[in-house]
Nanobody, 119 residues
Framework: QVQLVESGGGLVQPGGSLRLSCVASGSSFSTYVMGWYRQTPGKQREWVASITSGGSTNYADSVKGRCTIARDNANNTVYLQVNSAKPEDTAVYSC?????????????WGQGTQVTVSS
């Protein structure tokens, strides 16, 4: 079992920056694919970025060039740096951990942290 706790959300002005953090409990953090997703009321959850155990990263087109995902395996933490924030970045951001053991997928979610981009 893995528990994920996000932090770092809040109010940011358009064009501003913030860094989200997600701390994972338990062992084997380094083996998980970690991701960030976001959701606004009435819309489906949207994938934002992910990072593999080897450090390879992928980004949604909507955030490419503005966001950076990184992981610190020593501290069981994954980060999402958001730069040049836009009002459309406003959402609840959730952390996700994924792995497979003996062919069985395991997926864990955090509770989320609210990000509001507004002047």
């Amino acid at each position: 079992q893995v528990q994920l706790v996000e932090s770092g959300g809040g109010l940011v002005q358009p064009g501003g920056s913030l860094r989200l953090s997600c701390v994972a409990s338990g062992s084997s953090f380094s083996t998980y694919v970690m991701g960030w997703y976001r959701q606004t009321p009435g819309k489906q959850r949207e994938w934002v970025a992910s990072i593999t155990s080897g450090g390879s990263t992928n980004y949604a087109d909507s955030v490419k060039g503005r966001c950076t995902i990184a992981r610190d395996n020593a501290n069981n933490t994954v980060y999402l740096q958001v730069n040049s924030a836009k009002p459309e970045d406003t959402a609840v951001y959730s952390c996700n951990a994924y792995t497979r053991r003996l062919g069985v997928p395991y997926v864990y979610w955090g509770q989320g942290t609210q990000v509001t981009v507004s002047s």
